[in-house]
């Protein structure tokens, strides 16, 4: 492995892993802060899959001691070996996808295996509640409550995967979603009279013209918002019924979600088939998270240029930047295919893992490229379960990750091959040569 260049910026000199010259006893440089803070990003990722899977009643000791041992490395003067945090890096990668399994499992045999279907985007006659965030938990208490009420529950951003489950769209007052990914909050939020239910993470600060009417629920909590403890969701219920009705006004398009492992595997022998018949070149998994910054539009474009003998598997909010397109199919094989939030990067690897076996090679030789956005707290998570796989040659962006400095960046293109996107028709051109 390359080693890391350990610059301390209190001594100006290079510390050798034995203490600093000045205090003797720090030894830590940017480096070794930026590798620690790297897996403090890949611990909350598991800890966040871990808290759904035990909100549904699945524990495993082995993640749980895991993530004790894992925040222990980090502690002050505990250890100053870069190239061990590496290691434990790839370490958590893999039990990332210990957890993701666990979640997935949680997830199925509450609410069924997903399966593809269309969304609406536009909204229903009547009362209103929208549930942001990832607990399907949480979605699913709600839609209990509601139940014989003149009440629509519309997901939005990560909550969009819970339409392809059986058990959760068996509740009738499950109506479609609005609006994007999680940073277009405040403009739709306020558009709608409607309240809000924030289940997790990716919640924003509200601004007055929706605060009044916004709750959270489990792990998050904003400033001035009503908290709600476990799961009598009475307020929302009672808020939602106080504010005017929505029309009825349906949305420009539809969106499909709901792509399992094992619909994808029952188009195995046709995907076969086309493959080696040449109709089709390459896949793709183009998503992860997302963010409001102009090279986001990289990702659209990227897809949009992609020769149409391609497929597309997204997931994560970042699926907002291209799931409205219409990209067709091949041969009865969908060009893009949704399979749900960040955790269900399960899937996604579940399938690579099915289509090796199928062309008998391993999967880094697989005609397969990720294109992924953003790498920041859980996304770490993912970006190094991918990279414990042996996965090479993954595209990041639209910005590189904030703990990554040039000796990181260095060590990881050596070991990993990681790229940097650039110009969209330029990237496909390179990938689709090699």
Not at 194 to 217: H, K
Request: overall charge neutral.
């Amino acid at each position: 492995m390359e080693k890391f260049n350990m610059f301390c910026y209190q001594c100006a000199q290079t510390a050798n892993g034995t203490g600093c010259t000045i205090t003797g006893i720090c030894g830590k440089g940017p480096t070794l802060a930026r590798l620690q803070d790297n897996l403090i990003y890949i611990l909350k990722g598991i800890s966040a899959y871990y808290y759904h899977a035990t909100e549904l009643g699945y524990k495993d000791d082995e993640i749980a001691n895991f993530l004790g041992r894992g925040l222990y490395s980090t502690l002050t003067n505990v250890n100053f070996d870069a190239e061990d945090f590496v290691k434990l890096a790839v370490e958590a990668g893999r039990m990332n996808i210990r957890v993701m399994k666990l979640l997935k499992k949680a997830h199925i045999e509450h609410y069924g295996e997903p399966e593809p279907v269309e969304v609406d985007t536009g909204t229903k006659k009547g009362h209103g509640i929208i549930v942001t965030g990832h607990s399907l938990k949480a979605l699913e208490e709600l839609l209990k409550q509601v139940e014989g009420k003149n009440i629509n529950v519309y997901t939005h951003s990560e909550m969009l995967p819970a339409h392809g489950y059986p058990g959760l769209r068996k509740y009738k007052n499950l109506a479609g979603n609005l609006g994007k990914s999680w940073h277009d909050q405040r403009e739709l939020f306020s558009k709608y009279p409607v309240a809000i239910l924030g289940t997790t993470n990716c919640v924003l600060i509200p601004s007055e013209s929706y605060r009044d009417r916004m709750f959270t629920t489990g792990i998050a909590k904003l400033p001035g918002v009503k908290h709600i403890d476990g799961y009598d969701y009475t307020p929302v219920i009672e808020k939602a019924l106080s504010l005017p009705e929505l029309e009825e006004r349906p949305g420009d398009h539809k969106l499909v979600t709901g792509f399992s492992v094992k619909t994808v595997l029952s188009l195995a022998d046709k995907i076969k088939d086309l493959v080696e018949k040449g109709k089709i070149r390459h896949f793709f998994v183009v998503g992860g998270c997302d963010l409001p910054h102009p090279k986001e539009k990289y990702y659209r474009e990227f897809v949009q240029k992609l020769p149409k003998d391609t497929i597309v598997i997204t997931l994560a909010c970042g699926k907002f930047l291209i799931n409205d397109l219409d990209l067709g199919d091949i041969e009865g094989v969908p060009r893009l295919i949704d399979v749900g939030q960040c955790n269900d990067t399960i899937v996604a690897i579940e399938i690579a893992e099915k289509l090796a076996e199928l062309f008998k090679v391993d999967i880094s030789e697989l005609p397969l490229t990720l294109v992924l956005t953003w790498m920041e707290q859980k996304a770490v998570a993912i970006l190094w379960s991918l990279l414990s796989l042996g996965i090479k040659g993954i595209y990041v962006g639209p910005v590189l990750p904030a703990w990554v400095n040039k000796d990181i960046l260095k060590v990881l293109r050596a070991e990993y091959d990681l790229r940097l996107i650039s110009d969209p028709e330029e990237d496909i051109k390179e990938i689709l040569k090699l």
